[in-house]
């Protein structure tokens, strides 16, 4: 494990100064001068939350995604509906899905009366998703930092940008493609779903009518979810969803995927391969992942003078 750690810790290096201009003006030390307080601060309510709650380790890493994918990492997912704003939270995919606002909350309360107007929202997402990880078990990653918050939020890209757990692995990709990334780290993001839990609403499909599913693990899902009613009951998405290793990928192969989108990573495509290598190798996912994760990381993000330093990260100064 510390191999791998310290290998991420190199390779963000590198890998930030191959993505050019825009995320050069992220650095990992950016606030250490500013606020040198500000890391310990949003690992401590992490920790606090996690510890709580295990699943908010899962919301806390999606939240940071389902931000990046819209626009970039700019926490324009945190804005608050307003009479001239119509923002991201209740867009479809994030609408009765998404959660842990009140632990960006609390960090960021905690974080203005020990730094004002220094540490923004977008960053404060981007270290929550790489604490969650570490405190259920998962690899580590420098976090590059110095993203500034958004003034606005777009609930159509919302609505068209995230890709769905009903797609096919062709629709996968190319919702990927669309920003940047490689098939592979489709894969390699996709085992972020090694933690949490999915509403019965999601998998129901799936486990009633689709055949690339074990035929006992779909029997023990019903239990939990009626083919009718039941929308919102719970289920893990892999056999040990309060940690994160990867689990994910050995369900894959034993055709235990819990969603559509899952399953279709093992079934029969060009990412079967990766899925075998990740599902013996632990090692090689958790590295991967890490670096998948920087990568998401410096999706256009807001830098220098652009947007703002929220105060709140619900609503625009």
């Known amino acids: 494990m510390a191999f791998?750690?310290?290998?991420?810790?190199?390779?963000?290096?590198?890998?930030?100064?191959?993505?050019?201009?825009?995320?050069?003006q992220l650095s990992s030390n950016f606030y250490s001068s500013s606020c040198p307080t500000a890391l310990s601060i949003i690992r401590g309510v992490v920790n606090t939350a996690v510890s709580k709650e295990n699943r908010m380790g899962a919301s806390l890493l999606r939240l940071h995604f389902h931000d990046c994918f819209v626009n970039g990492c700019d926490a324009s997912v945190l804005l608050d509906d307003t009479t001239n704003l119509k923002g991201e939270k209740t867009a479809v995919p994030n609408k009765k899905s998404l959660r842990g606002y009140e632990?960006?909350?609390?960090?960021?309360s905690q974080l203005e009366r020990q730094c004002p107007r220094v540490v923004s929202c977008a960053d404060i997402l981007a270290v929550a998703a790489r604490d969650s990880v570490v405190k259920l078990g998962g690899t580590t990653w420098t976090v590059p930092l110095g993203r500034r918050d958004a003034t606005t939020a777009s609930f159509n890209d919302a609505s068209k940008d995230l890709p769905s757990p009903n797609l096919?692995?062709?629709?996968?990709?190319?919702?990927?493609?669309?920003?940047g990334f490689t098939a592979s780290e489709m894969v390699t993001l996709s085992g972020g779903h090694t933690i949490g839990q999915v509403k019965c609403s999601i998998i129901r499909t799936r486990i009633y009518n689709e055949t690339n599913i074990d035929s006992n693990f779909a029997a023990s899902l019903k239990k939990n979810c009626p083919s009718t009613g039941g929308?919102?009951?719970?289920?893990?998405?892999?056999?040990?969803a309060r940690v994160f290793d990867n689990t994910y990928f050995k369900d894959l192969v034993k055709k235990k995927g819990l969603m559509h989108s899952d399953q279709q990573l093992f079934n029969g495509g060009s990412t079967v391969s990766q899925v075998n290598t990740y599902s013996q190798n632990s090692a090689k996912f958790f590295y991967d992942f890490g670096c998948a994760m920087i990568k998401m990381g410096n999706l256009s993000p807001l830098t220098g003078s652009k947007g703002e330093i929220r105060t709140n990260c619900r609503k625009t100064n």
Do not use: W, Y
Not at 4 to 24: D, E, N, P, V, Y
Not at 231 to 240: G, V
């Open 168 to 179: 096919d692995l062709s629709a996968l990709k190319s919702a990927f493609r669309k920003k």
């Open 231 to 240: 929308d919102s009951n719970l289920s893990p998405l892999d056999q040990t």
């Open 103 to 108: 632990v960006i909350d609390a960090i960021k």
């Open 4 to 24: 791998f750690s310290s290998s991420i810790l190199s390779f963000s290096t590198l890998f930030l100064f191959m993505l050019g201009m825009a995320s050069a």
